[in-house]
């Protein structure tokens, strides 16, 4: 028994050494990313494309690192449980198995969590534009080229009285004569634009969401464990007491429960009536399309 | 469905149109060349285009989306644009009948394109360098096959992903080797 405890603690610093060395590795990819980030998005095209090929490579390297891991816990973790856990002719040889399998699976599970918030984090930096100044600089682009369009039959300076986001028939208002205007690329991006400024604008009601949605999961996890922690237990004071707890800790999370779908739908609204602020002109199709939003997400 | 206000013409510009014009804008065929076709002038392709994407955004069932995708892969058998194709897309007829017929390839070819995305390439530009089947004519046969999984059962499925899975590891292997390697390879437990 004694060696098999040796070899355990050895595997589990093992796997600890592992786990900081990748990510280690993975802040560093990472940092990279950040800094690259930045130019190959300033010299990118519209749509972005050479920084889509480079956001999909780092994901794919983060990925690969994932995958290592998993490699190690199939070939190197769960085949030693799987070897030892039914052995349990002596005491404690089995639960120490099992112990020593829950803790480096949540060691890998915690390593996942982290790996993926540092993934989302480095990405939502590298992406962040302050949409106020892109709108505007976008708007004041286009009512600076409408200004120069002209008809091409008589020369007349064309009457553009409104925001097209696309390729229209304008009539000259001195010959009569359809002309073809073409809006132009910000006046094609605007309505993006628009969507992520409305985002960004509603970001504290969606961030109290989350908050929400995240508080309701850690209270299930607590009632949980105290749950678990009654299976052996024999004190009826410690029972009743625990049981109060959980009783409490089920309250606090039907607040949740409740409060995360109403934020939900006040984090639409909200975006919606900034879209309706930003674009005035399109609030019917933005009605239409929070209803069918507000539909799909009920 | 048929009596689905969504699912009304646009400016004369059915849902089959529009399908069947983004099958072949898809594929490199000019936006003057497809108005041509349908008989529109591009301010009107664009007034279409535009309320189509709103009709999707406005439609919560996803009807209209869903029956587009139908449409998608039946654009060769448009009476007007079927015909249509780009003056440069001589695509491999041979490469592109048996991405239509055979499955294996098929999905061979979908896990060397998402090998290659995660390798930072691009996946559909590599496909049409080295089988000469352009993105508008993979997602056009995607939509046909994506047709017959709906009809299989989870078993053919799970074993046309897991061999999709396979096809993708060999694929990450090879980019990886030419790349000279992943960011962790050095790193042993």
Avoid at chain 1, 250 to 271: F, G, I, N, T
Avoid at chain 2, 22 to 44: F, M, T, Y
């Amino acid at each position: 028994m004694q060696e098999l405890q040796q070899h355990l603690e050895a595997t589990e610093q093992r796997l600890d050494a592992f786990l900081v060395k990748l990510t280690q590795r993975a802040q560093e990819l990472l940092n990279g990313f950040e800094q690259e980030a930045v130019n190959i998005r300033r010299n990118d095209t519209i749509y972005g494309q050479a920084y889509s090929r480079f956001l999909a490579a780092t994901r794919g390297q983060v990925q690969k690192l994932r995958e290592k891991v998993k490699e190690v816990e199939e070939t190197q973790i769960m085949p030693v449980f799987y070897r030892h856990c039914t052995q349990s002719s002596l005491a404690g040889f089995s639960s120490m198995v099992y112990e020593w399998r829950n803790r480096c699976q949540a060691k890998i599970l915690q390593w996942e969590e982290q790996l993926y918030a540092s993934e989302s984090a480095a990405i939502e930096r590298a992406e962040w534009q302050d949409y106020e100044t892109v709108f505007q600089s976008h708007l004041q682009q286009y009512h600076a080229e409408k200004e120069k369009v002209y008809c091409k039959q008589c020369g007349a300076k064309l009457a553009i009285n409104q925001v097209y986001y696309y390729t229209v028939y304008i009539t000259c208002t001195f010959c009569q004569t359809q002309n073809i205007f073409n809006p132009g690329t910000s006046a094609r991006q605007l309505e993006d634009t628009a969507r992520k400024l409305a985002e960004q604008r509603s970001r504290p009601v969606l961030e109290q969401q989350q908050f929400y949605q995240q508080r309701e999961r850690d209270l299930y996890m607590q009632a949980h464990e105290l749950q678990l922690s009654l299976i052996h237990e024999k004190n009826n004071q410690i029972i009743k007491e625990k049981q109060q707890a959980i009783a409490r800790l089920e309250e606090q999370r039907q607040e949740a429960v409740v409060k995360a779908p109403q934020l939900m739908e006040e984090y639409h609204r909200s975006v919606f009536d900034e879209l309706n602020n930003l674009l005035p002109d399109l609030r019917e199709h933005h009605e239409k399309f929070y209803r069918a939003i507000t539909t799909h997400y009920q | 469905m048929t009596n689905n206000p969504l699912l009304e013409p646009i400016h004369g510009i059915s849902l089959y149109d529009y399908s069947a014009a983004n099958a072949r804008l898809a594929n490199n065929v000019p936006v003057e060349d497809v108005c041509k076709a349908l008989g529109i002038e591009q301010p009107v392709w664009e007034e279409v285009n535009d309320l189509w994407v709103k009709r999707m955004q406005e439609d919560g069932e996803f009807v209209v989306a869903t029956q587009m995708g139908n449409y998608f892969a039946q654009a060769d058998q448009h009476p007007k644009l079927g015909s249509l194709k780009a003056a440069a897309a001589a695509a491999d007829q041979g490469n592109l009948q048996q991405l239509a017929a055979d499955r294996y390839f098929y999905e061979e070819l979908n896990g060397a394109r998402e090998a290659a995305y995660e390798a930072g390439l691009d996946g559909a530009q590599w496909i049409l360098e080295n089988y000469g089947i352009s993105l508008g004519d993979f997602q056009q046969v995607a939509m046909q096959w994506s047709q017959v999984m709906q009809q299989e059962g989870y078993e053919t499925m799970n074993q046309y992903l897991q061999y999709r899975q396979e096809k993708k590891d060999e694929y990450a292997a090879r980019f990886a080797e030419e790349q000279g390697g992943n960011v962790a390879d050095d790193i042993e437990f």
